[in-house]
């Protein structure tokens, strides 16, 4: 079941997560994965959650791959649209081979 | 005088300092956030156990005026910084009006430094006092959005209508207020006296050093991000903190002559107003004021704010209350 | 039954309650995995401590016959649930065995608890009466994994033959067992008294306050996954507790009257059989019963399950003991 | 040194780490990569260790490169064959260019 | 705003973090970003945090976007001549698209 | 030797056994980085804030001589690797050095082992002995690091030139260090008194037990990396604790006689000799020494460098104590 896929990373701010998750979700992917995630851009050093206490806002990595590129445009456009300019926020694609999955 | 230098060596404000100092050493000592979150837990979770037993036999009416001064206290503060702060031309007014609300809200932390130097200190306050956070808390977060909103409709005409049952929810929910509102609860309903003595009570005391300590080295780290804002953030957050605890010892003191509200209770109230969100604030304005820059507002109130607070903000107001009452 | 509102009123239950409440309103208060286990162990370390020192000089065949009575029923709630919710058509039956395994095997804070009350209540119990622990927990998952494989073999005549001393293995070294085990033998074969005393047994009842909360907030936030699978889970998880605690009181009665196992001992025969594993058992059994739906299982210990076992079934055998010793 | 060579990932659940690990090696593998993650997918949500303090089925991403892309695809078949049908699992490859490694 | 570019990643020892942060910065990327990790490699297993309570070698993964593929080279090039010999580390590079970013 | 027999009852020791023991049995038990890093912070804060305390009005003078001979040990004990170990033809010299570094330098929790033993024993010393600590550890590493570099020279004449500042700065800066000067500073110029013996003392023996149950999981499980490279280094880290903790006993000695250096001061200054880093030292070498294999240096101090200087060095140190004094 090989299968020419988009994986579509979305690097944003921790708590926009549950957010993004849900704009996913409307799109009908058929799952994401979630990694904590620090870094620099042009908001300022966020942490990855180690060194600062306090730091609220620490970055989530998304990852979605759907077998339709559209979709996953689809799904940049409705993150970026919607918070892209008040939050930190950075969006790519990548085509990939899907070797296994429960469904896609 | 000397109640400051005695203040500077007590534990409390002795590890906040200690900790400014380590951080602006480049320690690499780091103590966990999951450590941190779990001492503010405990902290909050025992003001709020002995609060609420102790007010299992309260005349709660007494507490409605002094609850009324917190809202109109929490909201004041917003407004002031609407026409101060976020009128400087140097200033985003967005950034303006999310600082104030943050410094309107309440920072657990203060409150619980406050409440061991009253204990050892022997003040009486009523033990319903602390339960007055929420209700300067939350309306100064709503009225920062409110404002925010309102300023992006003026000049917009594009703001949404502002939902202000979805604030106030988040607030509550916030794990902050949550554990406050939890030991209230239990102390009220239940019988957590064992727990209570044996737990969280004999721990409260150094839990509350080691998150000074942590607080110290937070608002070290911060101060760069402050740096990399207008000057003014940091004017404010030196200057507010006290202005608004006056303000409230103020409130507090004609609250003592009308219902004699007691001078612990007004000091409590000056803290609470003095005090800036360090938990729940931040996350809850990013999300309704999602323009504001948070290295503004976290910035000014962890790096100076919080500091001013508890080293200069609780003996002045415990001073001024052995002056005047 | 003033016994039962006595206890919703006791720490142990109140701060459950006040978790899965704080849960359904939605907190954001997190505590963390980190801070959990390491409650976890210190709780199990001291209940092992505690039973160590004092079986130094106790008659340990006096062991034996309740030892025996716990493998037993530890199998035997596997068998039920093998013939009993596995066999409903609604249910997958590898969903239901390892449901019945969970059930069969030991949760270390219901235990924990239970050990609060009772001395609390200055009910004796045998020293050693903690120790029962393994012998029902190991017996219930080796059992639950071979019926699996049974039943798998004889629908595809494809399963591989169930090797069981891995299991057992796998059993003693999850974190519960071994750090209740590794308190034993410390207790058995230092002198830990002094380590006991200033540090352990004081913090005992605050910790497993902290983690009631804990169970409280992850049993209301089990309930969603329970609810994708068939109801005859949340049925069987608030009616077993209660008749596993009940065979169990049976038991140790017989054990009582043939050999003088007291009563408190009773109780906590009935308690571990009344409880469902939350830590060690989910992962043995996923990997044990990889076709098994673990939010099945999960979702009916964690949700219903333990909630009963601690709330309902802690005050009842204690209060039966009362009515019939 | 740079190198043509295939980026496998494989998200499944935590407790099949040690497992997927011993697989990897058995191809010989040079090396891999570990990394917590959380996700959703036809199992359900599954956390990424932070909210759900009883949480034992966290997933884990596995990313091994390798120079040969057969092997990729070697593992990702022992894989899916043994574990995929039971639990949590989505795999894909993704050719990469490798500029610095110890050994590949 | 679509736009081809380079994703490097870079997964070496987490004692060097600030270190190889420094060297991305001095290559003016736009950003980096950072996340925990572990493995096992020619310099045997490193653990991801978890297990061991001492590892002080965990590793880390640093991903940088950038617009230039030759940046991306250059950074590559100055931390593998820098660390590579002693330290834990692998660098590949992967062909992107970026969809938002704020600025690359 | 009744004494050593004892000390294995003792919990210190019987802790550290029981996370080897339980290690070797392949539990999953695990306590978390970050409690491991809490705890050691509130032991060395604890040590630090009782030296600060009792320095107050101590003769620092009588400490020069005791902290110029920590300073000797330190620089000789990596000077001994230099010219032993390092010169192994199986041993590449660059981990020979870093290793001889290693052990030269000192570790908190083998340090905070020996307190609670001389505390239980009653044995006194100068309260500033603790603070002894820097003096050692530091000198260690600069010599390693400054070796190897020398060593590098010698064959490639490629090195650059050590900078040793940056190395102290490093070292000053490392979580132990910084949690122990944290707390002299604390106990010398402020008044922590009240959390003192409401938190950090009370819970000091009871952390400790935890911290040894860690080293000793961790002594296994790294026993492993040690088996990857020469068993010299096995050797080395066997024999090397008790040789340095009787070259420093025999200085100690000396002060004694020279300047009444007490025998519990003496006992500190072969425990902290004969101890091996294992917090701030290993990152500081794998900057310093890049080339240095970790697992070889690393390998031997956890594995069995802090198992020997706690199990066999402390009671060594103490009988011999009571012997010549
Ligand atoms: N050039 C880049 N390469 C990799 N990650 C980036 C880059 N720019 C930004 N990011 C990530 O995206 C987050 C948000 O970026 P920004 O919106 O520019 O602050 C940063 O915190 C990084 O984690
Ligand atoms: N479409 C997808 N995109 C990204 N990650 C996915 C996707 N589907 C599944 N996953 C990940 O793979 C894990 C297992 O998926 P599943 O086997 O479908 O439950 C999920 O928990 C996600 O972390
Ligand atoms: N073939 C590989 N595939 C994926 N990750 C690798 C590979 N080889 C090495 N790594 C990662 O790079 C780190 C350093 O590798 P090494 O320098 O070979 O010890 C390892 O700990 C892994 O995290
Ligand atoms: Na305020
Ligand atoms: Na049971
Ligand atoms: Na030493």
Request: negative net charge.
């Given at each position: 079941?090989?299968q020419?896929?988009?994986?579509?990373?979305?690097v944003?701010?921790?708590?926009?997560?549950?957010?993004?998750?849900?704009?996913i979700?409307?799109?009908?992917?058929?799952?994401?994965?979630?990694?904590?995630?620090?870094?620099?851009?042009?908001?300022?050093?966020?942490s990855?959650?180690e060194?600062?206490?306090?730091?609220h806002f620490?970055?989530?990595?998304?990852?979605?791959?759907?077998a339709?590129?559209d979709?996953?445009?689809?799904?940049?456009?409705?993150?970026?649209?919607?918070?892209?300019?008040?939050?930190?926020?950075?969006?790519?694609?990548?085509?990939?081979?899907?070797?296994?999955?429960?469904?896609? | 005088?000397?109640?400051?230098?005695?203040?500077?060596?007590?534990?409390?404000?002795?590890?906040?300092?200690g900790?400014?100092?380590?951080?602006?050493?480049?320690?690499?000592?780091?103590?966990?956030?999951?450590i941190?979150?779990?001492?503010?837990f405990?902290?909050?979770?025992?003001?709020?156990l002995?609060?609420?037993?102790?007010?299992?036999?309260?005349?709660?009416?007494?507490?409605?005026?002094?609850?009324l001064?917190?809202?109109?206290i929490?909201i004041?503060?917003?407004?002031?910084?609407?026409?101060?702060?976020?009128?400087?031309?140097?200033?985003r007014?967005?950034?303006?009006?999310?600082?104030?609300?943050?410094?309107?809200?309440?920072?657990?932390?203060?409150?619980?430094?406050?409440?061991?130097?009253?204990e050892?200190?022997?003040?009486?306050?009523e033990q319903?006092?602390?339960?007055?956070?929420?209700?300067?808390?939350?309306?100064?977060?709503?009225?920062?959005?409110?404002?925010?909103?309102?300023?992006?409709?003026?000049?917009?005409?594009?703001?949404?209508?502002?939902?202000?049952?979805?604030?106030?929810?988040e607030?509550?929910?916030?794990?902050?207020?949550?554990?406050?509102l939890?030991?209230i609860?239990?102390g009220?309903?239940?019988?957590p006296?064992?727990?209570?003595?044996?737990?969280?009570?004999?721990?409260?005391?150094?839990?509350?050093?080691?998150?000074?300590?942590?607080?110290?080295?937070?608002a070290y780290?911060?101060i760069?991000e402050?740096?990399?804002?207008?000057?003014?953030?940091?004017?404010?957050a030196?200057?507010?903190?006290?202005?608004?605890?006056?303000?409230?010892?103020?409130?507090?003191?004609?609250?003592?002559?009308?219902?004699?509200?007691?001078p612990?209770?007004?000091?409590?109230?000056?803290?609470?107003a003095?005090?800036?969100?360090?938990?729940?604030?931040?996350?809850?304005?990013?999300?309704?004021?999602?323009?504001?820059?948070?290295?503004?507002?976290?910035?000014?109130?962890?790096?100076?704010?919080?500091?001013?607070?508890?080293?200069?903000?609780?003996?002045?107001y415990?001073?001024?209350?052995?002056?005047?009452?």
């Amino acid at each position: 079941m090989t299968q020419q896929a988009t994986r579509l990373v979305i690097v944003t701010e921790k708590v926009l997560t549950k957010a993004v998750a849900a704009i996913i979700e409307s799109y009908d992917a058929s799952g994401y994965t979630l990694i904590a995630a620090g870094g620099m851009g042009s908001h300022n050093t966020r942490s990855s959650g180690e060194p600062s206490v306090l730091d609220h806002f620490g970055n989530i990595k998304i990852e979605v791959i759907t077998a339709d590129p559209d979709s996953a445009k689809k799904i940049a456009d409705a993150v970026s649209e919607r918070y892209a300019a008040d939050y930190a926020c950075i969006i790519y694609i990548d085509p990939v081979e899907v070797l296994y999955s429960h469904r896609l | 005088m000397s109640r400051f230098l005695i203040q500077f060596q007590s534990p409390t404000l002795a590890f906040l300092i200690g900790g400014i100092v380590i951080a602006a050493l480049g320690t690499r000592l780091v103590i966990s956030e999951s450590i941190y979150k779990f001492i503010v837990f405990m902290l909050l979770l025992r003001v709020g156990l002995e609060g609420g037993m102790s007010i299992r036999e309260a005349n709660l009416a007494e507490m409605i005026l002094p609850a009324l001064l917190a809202v109109m206290i929490g909201i004041g503060i917003v407004l002031i910084s609407r026409v101060t702060l976020a009128m400087l031309p140097a200033v985003r007014t967005e950034d303006g009006i999310a600082t104030g609300g943050l410094f309107g809200a309440v920072s657990g932390s203060t409150l619980a430094a406050a409440i061991v130097v009253l204990e050892s200190e022997a003040i009486d306050y009523e033990q319903w006092a602390p339960a007055l956070y929420p209700f300067m808390d939350i309306p100064a977060l709503v009225m920062a959005i409110v404002l925010a909103n309102l300023y992006f409709k003026g000049r917009e005409g594009t703001a949404e209508k502002v939902r202000i049952w979805p604030i106030i929810k988040e607030s509550l929910q916030g794990s902050a207020l949550s554990a406050l509102l939890l030991g209230i609860a239990l102390g009220l309903l239940t019988r957590p006296e064992s727990v209570y003595e044996s737990f969280y009570d004999p721990l409260f005391r150094g839990l509350l050093s080691v998150l000074m300590l942590i607080m110290g080295m937070e608002a070290y780290s911060r101060i760069q991000e402050l740096r990399r804002v207008a000057h003014w953030f940091a004017v404010y957050a030196a200057v507010a903190p006290l202005v608004h605890g006056l303000i409230a010892f103020g409130f507090g003191y004609l609250a003592h002559v009308l219902t004699g509200f007691s001078p612990g209770g007004v000091v409590i109230l000056a803290v609470i107003a003095g005090s800036s969100s360090d938990i729940s604030g931040p996350p809850t304005l990013r999300a309704g004021i999602p323009r504001a820059n948070p290295s503004a507002y976290v910035g000014a109130s962890t790096s100076v704010g919080t500091p001013v607070a508890i080293a200069v903000g609780i003996p002045l107001y415990i001073a001024l209350a052995e002056a005047v009452f």
